[in-house]
């Protein structure tokens, strides 16, 4: 479930920067809200200071998110949002970035933006 938190946190900051918005502004106003989380005010600081020094490491969470899905097959219940956290992670770690934390997704959905 963190990793879906994860990915909304990614996509927030990274629509707000392509929107033009202060991310320090945005990240303290989501905070206190609906949207806070733990994640939120830990992983929202390290993103906007572009650390990406893992708490917990892309290429963990890429094997952690292959065992579930693997056993979603067994068990017949599609996860589309856990498909889609591991495609894009699987992407970090074709750019050589397994090691670093999970929070690099923001850069992943930043660079979707680049290829339109």
């Known amino acids: 479930m963190v ?4 990915m909304s946190i990614s996509e927030g900051l990274a629509f707000a920067k392509k929107a033009g918005l202060d ?16 994640s939120l005010k830990v992983l929202g600081p390290k993103i906007i200071a572009g650390d990406f020094k893992p708490a917990f490491m892309v290429d963990l969470q890429v094997k952690d998110l292959r065992l579930v899905l693997e056993y979603t097959d067994k068990i017949s219940q599609p996860l589309p949002g856990t498909k889609l956290a591991k495609e894009l992670s699987s992407v970090l770690q074709k750019q050589g970035r397994g090691k670093d934390g999970t929070q690099a997704l923001f850069d992943v959905i930043r660079q979707l933006a680049e290829e339109k």
């Open 23 to 38: 991310l320090q502004t945005t990240l303290a106003a989501t905070s206190g809200g609906a949207a806070g989380s733990a």
């Open 3 to 6: 990793v879906h938190t994860i």
